[in-house]
C-alpha cells in the first residue's frame, strides 16, 4: 500500500476521533460536524490514491463519491445524509446567518448521524484496502 493512501487513513481517523471528543460539549456541534466531513474526505482520496492514483483537488464529497463509483467500488452510504454532510464543509468557511446547516447551528442528534455516517465510511474504506 502507497505511503499516501496510509496517511489519508491516518487522518480520517484523526478526525473522527476528533468529532466524537468534540460531540462531548454541545455547543461545538458546528466543529464536530467539520470533522465528520473532513473524516469522509480523507477516507474518500485514500480510495482514490489508491485506485486511480490521482486525488483531485476538491472537497465535494458528492463528486469524490461519484469516482469511487466510476471505479467499480460501492460503499453503503445514505445519499442524504452525505449530502446534509457535504455541504459543511462550504459553510464552516464562511459566517453564514443561519449557521452550519440549513436548520442552523446542528444539534447534537444530527451530528451523531454524521459520525455514524463518517465511523461507517471509515471501516468500509479501511476492508476495502485492507489496512492493518
Known sequence: MK????E?????????????????????????????????????????????NKVPRTHDLIKLYGLIE?????LLINEDVLDQVNDVYIETRYPSDLGLIPEGIPR??????????????YKQVISILNVQ
Open 3 to 6: 505511503k499516501r493512501v496510509k
Open 8 to 52: 489519508w487513513i491516518k487522518y480520517s481517523k484523526l478526525d473522527l476521533d476528533s468529532a466524537l471528543k468534540l460531540l462531548e460539549n454541545p455547543e461545538l456541534t458546528q466543529n464536530a460536524a467539520f470533522h465528520c466531513q473532513q473524516s469522509i474526505e480523507k477516507s474518500f482520496k485514500a480510495i482514490l490514491e489508491e485506485k486511480i
Open 70 to 74: 466510476e471505479c467499480g467500488i460501492n
Open 108 to 121: 447534537v442528534e444530527t451530528i451523531n448521524i454524521f459520525y455514524d455516517l463518517s465511523g461507517s465510511i
